[in-house]
């Protein structure tokens, strides 16, 4: 069985098989089906038996080395829920930033600040209720948070009419200079406009239209 788990996987065992394996660490030189078996049976899953109480496994069999070994996997499992956080989306490219903008609207909202890391992966879509004009005014409260985040680069999103494109391109230009002694990038700036329905109706990279 060490051999199939080495080649094939864990998979390829059947939960008895695995508990089996198991047991075999807990109790050496002993045949362990039967145990494994009497185990499943009794709790009605290898879920039910790693869930069960180390006074539990005790009673129904085990001896204390056992009973304890098997508690290891539902310990395991909760730590590596608890250290796994949300999968951050990478906006490495267009396509990758329109997808994003187009499953995350946020209507009636004028500015939108995208922190990224030395990856491209999104840290924080943070909405700015309030936006100074002109935008370099932003400075210190977008330093101070890509600071926080530990960010390398930023993506601007605006909402408001295409025909503002030329005035609010001149303020990221702005922002870019002022954040560049920082070392904070500014990949993009996007223009972006809502339907009726709030769903994303256009959208428009500055640096596409060479505004940057």
């Given at each position: 069985m060490r051999r199939r788990v080495l080649e094939h996987g864990a998979?390829?065992?059947?939960?008895y098989e695995l508990l089996e394996m198991l047991?075999?660490?807990?109790?050496?030189?002993?045949?362990?089906?039967?145990?494994?078996?009497?185990?499943?049976?009794?709790?009605?899953?290898?879920?039910?038996?790693f869930q069960a109480s180390c006074r539990e496994l005790m009673e129904s069999?085990?001896?204390?080395?056992?009973?304890?070994?098997?508690?290891?996997?539902q310990l395991g499992a909760k730590s590596l829920a608890a250290s796994t956080g949300p999968v951050m989306p990478v906006l490495g490219d267009w396509q990758a930033l329109v997808a994003y903008l187009e499953q995350h609207c946020q209507p009636g909202v004028f500015c939108r600040l995208l922190y990224l890391d030395n990856r491209n992966r999104l840290l924080e879509d943070r909405a700015l209720v309030k936006t100074p004009q002109p935008l370099a005014g932003l400075l210190r409260q977008v330093a101070g948070q890509a600071l926080?985040?530990?960010?390398?680069a930023l993506i601007v999103v605006l909402c408001a009419p295409r025909g503002t494109a030329v005035g609010l391109a001149q303020g990221v230009r702005g922002l870019t200079l002022a954040l560049k002694p920082l070392s904070l990038i500014i990949h993009d700036a996007?223009?972006?406009?809502?339907?009726?329905?709030?769903?994303?109706?256009w959208l428009m990279s500055f640096s596409q239209e060479n505004l940057l």
């Open positions: 998979a390829s065992l059947a939960d047991l075999f660490c807990g109790i050496p030189r002993r045949d362990t089906k039967p145990v494994a078996k009497k185990l499943l049976q009794k709790f009605g899953s290898l879920a039910g038996v069999g085990l001896n204390q080395r056992s009973a304890e070994l098997l508690e290891f996997p926080v985040l530990q960010a390398t996007v223009l972006v406009d809502y339907d009726p329905k709030d769903r994303l109706a």
